[in-house]
């Protein structure tokens, strides 16, 4: 199956963000990315859907949840790519994937079979060391 829909998601700023999804059923699809802005969803999880007054596919709730965590980091500046190497590392060592909003901002995967506490971990380490700051978006382990 291959992502076809786009999924809106109403942010609490009054803007929106869209994700790729698999349609499953009528109002059930399957994420297929991590968000960049919206909270309280992951990569996988399956979500139900209204149909908006033009058709679009927004939001409603998660039906099911995939066991994946979204952690979202901010690169500083003046950035030590070495350091940031290092850290990155670290994390696709253990499982993790990213997407990158900009050169600064990138949304991080966290799957299921990852020790989120290991994740969480090297990132506040290298927050400390000033590479990056981080948010948790959705923990889902």
């Not at 919206?38 to 139900?48: H, L, N, Q, R, T």
């Not at 099911?64 to 965590?69: D, L, T």
């Not at 990155?88 to 990213?98: D, K, N, V």
Request: net charge negative.
């Amino acid at each position: 199956m291959e992502a076809d829909s786009k999924i809106w998601f109403k942010l609490p700023d009054g803007g929106t963000e869209s994700l790729w999804a698999t349609k499953l059923s009528d109002n059930n699809y399957l994420l297929e990315n991590s968000p960049f802005y919206a909270y309280g969803v992951s990569f996988k999880d399956i979500v139900s859907v209204k149909t908006g007054e033009n058709a679009e596919l927004i939001f409603d709730s998660v039906v099911s949840r995939s066991g994946h965590s979204t952690y979202r980091i901010f690169l500083l500046e003046p950035l030590n790519r070495q350091a940031f190497r290092k850290f990155w590392g670290h994390l696709e060592a253990i499982g993790c994937t990213y997407e990158q909003a900009s050169d600064k901002y990138y949304s991080i995967d966290i799957p299921k079979s990852t020790n989120v506490i290991e994740v969480y971990d090297i990132l506040q380490k290298a927050e400390e060391d000033s590479i990056w700051e981080f948010e948790e978006a959705h923990c889902g382990h």
